[in-house]
């Protein structure tokens, strides 16, 4: 069974947050935690996704804001060989992000590699953290196919997303592509 490695934005995505549902939904999700929430550190919380990687070889890495930041960042690290593929949900534009929460985020820069996985970034053309042009550009710079969800807000709790099962159906199409791979090896 292919695991899915649920990647929280900035506070860990709330309770009611359609990745806590994907968690409790889904016996092979797993949640790739960090010490500080409401103050992440980008290599902290990379060594914690390369630890899991390693774990779970062939991982789907399901991202959302802050958490695609961190998925991106793989590009370029010999854990990116482990991830089966990558639903970016609403990624959020660090620039824009730190003037929102100053001082909170030790990020750096957007990535701005090519992504070594096969990957689908999910957009709203009303999003806060990252105008919807932005979300198209990084699609491309990432190589990530583009999924437009219209006017969805930052698609969380607070735009009305709260299970959302459109999205076990976004990464079911990684999942069959890699269990078939694995199957056929066999």
Known sequence: MTTTLILPGFNGSGEEHWQ??????????VLVGQEHWGEPVLEDWLYNLESELIAHPGA???????????ATNLAGRPAAEH???AVLVAPCDIDVTNVKHPGLIDFG???RRRLPFPSILV????DSYMEFDT?????GIWGSGLVDLGNAGHINVASGFGRWEDGYALA????FERE??????A
């Open 172 to 175: 079911s199409n990684f999942r």
């Open 123 to 126: 957009a709203s053309r009303n």
């Open 20 to 29: 806590r549902h994907w968690l409790a939904d889904h016996d092979d999700a």
């Open 60 to 70: 789907i890495l399901v991202a959302h804001s802050l958490g695609c930041i961190l």
């Open 83 to 85: 991830v089966g593929g």
């Open 180 to 185: 078939s791979v694995v199957s056929r090896a």
């Open 109 to 111: 820069a957007m990535p």
């Open 135 to 139: 979300a198209r550009q990084y699609a």
